[in-house]
């Protein structure tokens, strides 16, 4: 089934960005995001309890790619992101100033928190 955001010509009306609880990567990139750029995009948590969620990462073909890298962006061109100094830049605003802060050290999940363990 078509989610319901899919545009006829196949696009979608916002980004897409998948999250999980306890990732640090999607916490960093949510926290650099201005309130105006967090109500831009639509933000789907893989909580395991959230059928949309995991539904929507299958229709977009994106199950093997949460099973290795979170957060993952989905554009609206359908381009896929995983880079998280790039997702922060393409969602424009951060909390303050005109810049984001980016990782100079990748942040890393040791424990799997920022992979989708099905």
């Known amino acids: ?6 545009d006829d010509d196949e696009s979608i009306d916002r980004p ?6 306890g ?3 999607c916490e960093w990139v949510k926290g650099q995001l ?4 967090i109500n831009s995009i639509t933000t789907l948590n893989l909580d395991g309890d959230n059928a949309h969620a995991l539904g929507t990462l299958a229709y977009f073909s994106l199950v093997t790619v949460a099973e ?3 957060p993952i962006l989905l554009t609206k061109d359908l381009e ?3 880079d998280t100094n790039k997702i922060v830049e393409l969602l424009g605003g951060v909390q303050s100033g005109n810049s984001h802060e980016t990782i100079s050290e990748p942040i890393i999940c040791d424990d799997d928190s920022c992979r989708l363990n099905l």
């Open 80 to 82: 896929i992101v995983i």
């Open 1 to 6: 089934m078509k989610p319901p955001y899919l």
């Open 23 to 25: 990732c640090e990567k």
């Open 68 to 70: 290795k890298h979170l």
């Open 34 to 37: 201005s309130p105006q750029s």
């Open 16 to 21: 897409i960005l998948f999250t999980k609880p």
